[in-house]
């Protein structure tokens, strides 16, 4: 069964510093790979996604994500935080033969400090 | 853009009440679920629909029940309501096809005393 490992229950990062979020998962198969931002008291809202094209992947707000098969890892970055980057973020996988189900990791919560 | 809408963003209810929450998308998207989100464990998902009136049962499932009567609408029913059914509630949408991107709604912060 697919799972998804998150690595960090919270971050601090510095406002202009790098962030990096962690996120490996295990699959047989290669899965579909989606980094969700959460702000307070919203849903969720995809970041980015990864399937099966290019490894290097690039979403919204400056966040990129690379897929390496080798290390079954999907991280998150960010070159320079931003106040605004401040908020939960989680790591998902697709599910094989499920209809379009996906694994949640358990989050990471990111707080930007001045 | 795709809409996914929940009935309520607060709700109170009593141990023991019926308690509805409603979720609606406009993309015409196959499939709808329900989750529940708690400090430390992510997402879980409660139930699952594929289709009108086809439903399957995610990972946490009892004390709750689902309907889909329409293809744009997904209900999630707690039967009588307890105190530990207290959370976070995300209702999302997405189609069968491609990259099986889920869209979600605002959430619905249930407590229930």
């Known amino acids: 069964a697919q799972s998804v490992t998150q690595l960090g229950s919270h971050v601090s990062v510095s406002e202009g510093a790098l962030v990096l979020l962690r996120c490996n998962y295990s699959s047989s198969v290669p899965p579909y790979l989606f980094w969700y931002v959460q702000y307070p008291n919203q849903g969720l809202q995809l970041l980015l996604k990864y399937t099966s094209a290019a490894t290097l992947v690039k979403g919204i707000n400056g966040f990129e994500a690379e897929f390496k098969k080798s290390e079954t890892s999907f991280h998150l970055t960010k070159p320079s935080a931003h106040m605004s980057d401040a908020a939960e973020y989680f790591c998902a996988v697709s599910l094989t033969d499920s209809w379009g189900k996906l694994q949640f990791g358990a989050g990471t919560q990111v707080v930007v400090t001045p | 853009d795709v809409k996914v809408t929940q009935s309520s963003r607060y709700l109170v209810k009593r141990t023991g009440e019926k308690v509805f929450l409603e979720c609606v998308q406009d993309?015409?998207?196959?499939?709808m679920f329900w989750y529940r989100q708690d400090p430390g464990l992510g997402l879980r998902l409660i139930y699952f629909s594929y289709d009108v009136k086809m439903k399957e049962k995610g990972d946490i499932p009892e004390g709750y029940s689902v309907s889909r009567e329409k293809k744009e609408r997904f209900s999630l029913i707690l039967e009588s309501a307890s105190t530990n059914q207290t959370s976070m509630y995300l209702c999302?949408?997405?189609?069968?096809?491609?990259?099986?991107?889920?869209?979600f709604g605002p959430g619905t912060r249930l407590t229930v005393t």
């Open positions: 993309m015409d998207h196959e499939n």
């Open positions: 999302a949408s997405s189609t069968r096809t491609v990259s099986y991107e889920q869209y």
